[in-house]
């Protein structure tokens, strides 16, 4: 083999390196990226979307003007699950809901974890889908014992719902009539309870909801 052949050759090895090289550190870069956008829209307890994902989602559909219904829930007596058994069995626990929440079927369109023990459904449908959906989370949580790391446990949920039941209602509006409704329905022990359209909605704690 010639000089000029071999110097030729040991070039062109080195530039196929080099971009074997950049293409490598692009696909981590890429991946980074995409990890890091995930992160930022999905909970790192359960997977699930989180409140800035499901505002979003909430968003879209309220734009297309999409008929929808809001489901909100929150485990009844979870912060005595984790006091007397540990945080590591109240997060199995929240994964665990957060799995039968978002294998609920149609007309459920997105399962997400807000904060804490509370989790939303965004619904496609009228007012008959959006209770339907909101008492088969009812019963996806507390019609089966759920198995975390030491057991099993008996869990209950207090369920509120609302759903768009006239034009150019607000986010906040939607949820603050579910939370509502969530409140009344932890409130009287009804287990579901869905928002009464006739009456004017009052925050039951903080308005901690988007305009």
């Not at 207090?158 to 509006?173: A, E, F, K, L, M």
Request: include cysteine; glycine fraction near 8%; charged fraction near 20%.
């Amino acid at each position: 083999m010639s000089q000029i052949v071999h110097a030729t050759l040991t070039a062109v090895g080195g530039i196929l390196a080099g971009l074997a090289l950049a293409a490598a550190m692009l696909w981590r870069q890429q991946h980074a990226l995409r990890a890091a956008r995930h992160d930022a829209t999905h909970d790192d307890v359960t997977g699930l979307p989180n409140r800035r994902l499901f505002l979003a989602h909430l968003r879209t559909a309220l734009e297309s003007n999409t008929p929808i219904g809001v489901v909100l829930l929150d485990l009844n007596h979870f912060k005595a699950v984790n006091d007397t058994l540990g945080h590591e069995v109240g997060n199995d626990l929240l994964d665990q809901v957060g799995r039968r929440l978002a294998g609920l079927p149609t007309p459920v369109r997105l399962a997400a974890r807000l904060s804490g023990d509370e989790f939303a459904l965004l619904v496609t449908g009228d007012r008959d889908d959006t209770t339907a959906a909101a008492h088969a989370a009812w019963q996806a949580i507390a019609g089966n014992s759920i198995r975390v790391v030491n057991g099993d446990l008996r869990v209950t949920a207090s369920v509120g719902y609302t759903h768009t039941h006239h034009p150019n209602i607000s986010i906040r509006h939607l949820l603050t009539q579910a939370d509502c409704a969530m409140y009344e329905a932890k409130r009287d022990g009804a287990g579901v309870r869905g928002y009464l359209h006739q009456r004017t909605p009052t925050v039951r704690s903080r308005d901690r909801y988007p305009r």
